[in-house]
């Protein structure tokens, strides 16, 4: 029963159009969050929810939106995507936010943009 | 300043040899201190965290920090084939910032 679950896993779409990757946790987890690694496989985080409240807004472009409809789900709508945008975008939780936290990762959705 | 920062590598090493990976940290606030694992297309998993200074032994790794130098390291023994992968040095204060990874090569 996987712990960070994330859909789809892959993701090739036409540059303009829109998409969501959905997130689910069931490891009771109070904070949620969005990472994108790009090519470099440089691990960038984006956003950050406690308790469907968001904490973290990471300079990312408005095209971006995350929805918390509960604890334990975090969803990211990409609006107008760009070729830029080609990524994997890993879902992750961790108990709570504070610093002493691990954070554990869903298996990824690689999107990229044609 | 990079936030976190890594040797990108690639680090070869024998096995059974010691695997060394460095990293370094810019926040002197930070608090807690990681090393993830990743292998070619896949999700980042926990090895390690340390808190403390000094060193942290589980298995066949040892994490180590100074926060006076802002510098944790990792170590690997008896390195085998099946560690290659990227490690990843994480940092959190406020939220668990990431280095690029060092990629780590075992040959047999």
């Known amino acids: 029963d996987t712990a960070v679950s994330q859909t789809p896993k892959y993701l090739v779409t036409q540059m303009g159009n829109d998409k969501s990757i959905k997130c689910e946790q069931n490891l009771g987890h109070d904070t949620m969050y969005w990472y994108k690694q790009d090519s470099k496989k440089f691990l960038k985080i984006m956003f950050s929810y406690n308790n469907k409240e968001l904490i973290i807004n990471e300079t990312v472009p408005n095209r971006f939106s995350p929805k918390s409809p509960d604890k334990a789900h975090l969803n990211l709508h990409i609006n107008s995507l760009e070729l830029g945008d080609s990524a994997v975008y890993f879902c992750?939780?961790?108990?709570?936010?504070?610093?002493?936290?691990?954070?554990?990762f869903g298996e990824g959705s690689w999107l990229t943009v044609v | 300043q990079k936030e976190v920062e890594q040797n990108s590598g690639p680090l070869s090493v024998p096995e059974g040899a010691i695997a060394s990976l460095n990293c370094t940290y810019s926040d002197r606030g930070s608090q807690s201190f990681f090393w993830y694992r990743q292998y070619s297309g896949k999700s980042p998993e926990l090895i390690m965290f340390?808190?403390?200074?000094g060193d942290k032994e589980d298995g066949r790794f040892t994490a180590q920090l100074n926060k006076a130098s802002q510098y944790v390291s990792l170590l690997i023994r008896d390195s085998q084939p099946s560690d290659s992968a990227t490690y990843l040095c994480a940092v959190n204060r406020y939220d668990m910032r990431f280095g690029a990874g060092t990629r780590l090569t075992v040959k047999p």
């Open positions: 340390i808190y403390s200074n």
């Open positions: 992750a939780s961790s108990q709570d936010q504070g610093s002493g936290n691990t954070i554990y």
